[in-house]
């Protein structure tokens, strides 16, 4: 019986995780109350210097406490139509509170419902369409994680190491950890290894020349963003980071399909080359939407508080379109890296 | 020289090594998405409703994607009936979950960016949002409907343990693709966390983050869902004729 239903039954851990997330509030040591009452008090118009017209409205909001002494409050909560900085109260929304003087304020949403939520229907979806193929997805997600976050923690810790230092043996591990759960830990895992890393040395190696002869002319790394060392690291490192996943993708492609095909050297890196010329553009594209799609909210307010269109591209989207051409250069140039190196091995198989 | 565009000539110059005069057509397909989304910033800004403009913008983007980087009709026609389905589909998902995460706009730790700026613009950072979710998966949505199509017009497998192990590799990839691709803009946020010791519980309750992780799940969902979908409809064509 559960065994015909098993994944019917998956559905329930959606539910089973959003309803945890919804009584978690002990677990919190702020103040978590739930919106029970909302009544909009008042709303006016207000205009900026850009002649830009929003509106304002103040919520009269009840809640319930979820932890702590429990019992019900009433705050105030003030927001912009538009919502850069603000939110609307609904009822039902789930909210952290700061008691200032004997009256309690707003401090802000508590999300982790929905996030978690949303991570578990992946986590079904994942289940449902990759089979057995799902645990050694999630491993890879899993583990990488960790490296990272381990590496943050040295990172932040050591002042003393190198941080490019650092970052560069993050690549390569990232790199060797990914490949292996790609091909399992072979001949070919080295290969694709080898091949990503040496294509993103190149790219990154090309785009700091190119940078460094035109003096970052356009390219502000003072907007970087969430900047807490030097720039020009987060900015090299966020580009080595970002094509990994894309040049190993390609990497993977050639390798996977040429290593099976009893042919010569000169026909392998020529098969190589026909399956990298096919998947680099889309691989480009992919990288290339998600840094610009990235910048919407930004270049919508530069536009708004009275930029022009070529200044907001330069100082919005000109980091991210350097970060993204740079990635780009290590996407192209994994095809002939990785056809040669297939190439090669067969010679050495032989 | 501005060195925006010497990068763009540099990678033109490797795309034509690498592709030949092919290379100049990817390059072009590239900066017409390039473009396309340079237009929708500024139909947002001038007042448009960002999901409509976002949703016509991104069927443009997903024709040049699809249709400049493939040239065998056979394989372009299902990817793109594909990507459609899936689109449509994920705009609702994405509206779903962006109406209830309350990440539009700007968070706290965005404050140096923000300084001088009027942020009360009368335009829907929850649309904005909402419009950025849709464009940054367009491209992974076009990627895997490409491969799935691509994968299974060539090799003519029938459908068993062999085509299911070649989805199961084009979504691994693609979600490695994605993952790398959004953990590269997350990196100085997380060096921002750790450097100035967010609890864990802040982190998952956090604006940015979670705003920023919202869309990396989204953006896998939607490569998931496209893999089966397109295999369907390829194999439904190929049952017709």
């Known amino acids: 019986m559960i065994k015909k239903y098993w994944r019917w039954l998956l559905i329930l851990l959606p539910v089973a995780t959003f309803l945890a997330a919804r009584f978690d509030a002990p677990l919190y040591s702020t103040p978590v109350a739930q919106v029970t009452r909302v009544t909009a008090s008042a709303s006016q118009t207000e205009t900026d210097s850009n002649s830009n017209e929003d509106r304002l409205i103040t919520q009269r909001v009840q809640a319930r406490l979820l932890n702590g002494p429990g019992g019900t409050i009433a705050l105030t909560n003030t927001y912009t139509a538009s919502q850069a900085l603000d939110f609307p109260l ?24 929905i996030l978690l939520t949303v991570a578990m229907c992946l986590i079904v979806l994942m289940i449902l369409v990759l089979r057995r193929h799902f645990w050694v997805t999630l491993a890879s997600i899993v583990i990488n994680t960790a490296i990272f976050l381990l590496v943050v923690h040295v990172d932040i810790s050591n002042q003393s190491i190198n941080a490019w230092l650092i970052f560069s043996g993050l690549a390569i591990v990232f790199t060797l950890v990914t490949a292996a759960f790609i091909v399992g830990v072979n001949r070919l895992m080295l290969i694709i290894s080898g091949a990503t890393v040496a294509a993103t040395v190149l790219a990154v190696a090309l785009g700091y020349a190119i940078l460094s002869l035109t003096g970052y002319n356009g390219v502000h790394l003072e907007t970087v963003k969430y900047v807490t060392q030097a720039p020009q690291l987060l900015f090299y490192v966020q580009i080595v980071v970002g094509a990994l996943g894309a040049v190993l993708d390609v990497a993977g492609d050639i390798a996977v399909s040429v290593y099976p095909q009893a042919i010569g050297r000169r026909d392998k890196f020529r098969n190589g080359m026909a399956v990298g010329r096919a998947v680099l553009g ?60 297939m190439a090669f091995v067969k010679q050495v198989d032989a | ?24 057509v990817t390059l072009i397909s590239i900066l017409i998405n390039l473009g396309l989304m340079i237009l929708t910033v500024i139909l947002i800004a001038g007042g448009f409703n960002p999901v409509v403009v976002s949703v016509v913008v991104g069927l443009m983007i997903l024709a040049t994607t699809i249709f400049m980087n493939q040239a065998k009709p056979d394989v372009a026609g299902p990817a793109f009936v594909a ?3 899936v689109m449509a589909v994920f705009v609702g998902l994405v509206m779903l979950v962006f109406y209830f995460s309350q990440t539009a706009g700007f968070g ?128 439904s064509r190929q049952r017709r004729g």
């Open chain 1, 90 to 113: 609904r009822v039902g929304s789930q909210i952290f509170v700061t008691k200032i003087h004997g009256q309690y304020q707003l401090k802000d949403d508590k999300r982790d419902a």
């Open chain 1, 282 to 341: 889309p691989l480009i594209g992919v990288l290339m939407m998600i840094f610009v799609a990235g910048t919407f909210a930004e270049a919508v307010l530069w536009l708004r508080n009275g930029n022009a269109v070529g200044q907001t591209i330069e100082w919005v989207m000109g980091l991210g379109l350097a970060q993204s051409l740079i990635s780009a250069f290590g996407i192209v140039l994994a095809v002939p890296l990785t056809s040669g190196a």
């Open chain 2, 1 to 24: 020289m501005n060195a925006i565009l010497a990068l763009g000539l540099a990678l033109l110059t490797l795309l034509i090594l690498v592709q030949g005069r092919y290379g100049l």
């Open chain 2, 83 to 85: 990507s459609l389905l």
């Open chain 2, 108 to 235: 706290n730790e965005d404050g140096e960016t923000l300084e001088g700026f009027s942020t009360a613009i009368g335009v829907s950072f929850q649309q904005i949002l909402i419009a950025t979710g849709l464009m940054s998966t367009l491209g992974a949505i076009a990627e895997a409907a490409i491969a799935v199509s691509a994968g299974l017009a060539t090799n003519e497998i029938q459908p068993g343990a062999g085509q299911s192990a070649m989805l199961a590799e084009i979504i691994g990839t693609a979600i490695n693709t994605l993952f790398f691709g959004f953990f590269g803009g997350f990196s100085a946020l997380f060096i921002w966390f750790a450097r100035l010791s967010y609890s864990f519980s802040q982190i998952i309750n956090n604006k940015v983050f979670v705003g920023e992780l919202l869309e990396v799940l989204l953006a896998v969902i939607a490569v998931i869902m496209t893999v089966p979908t397109t295999a369907w409809i390829v194999h």
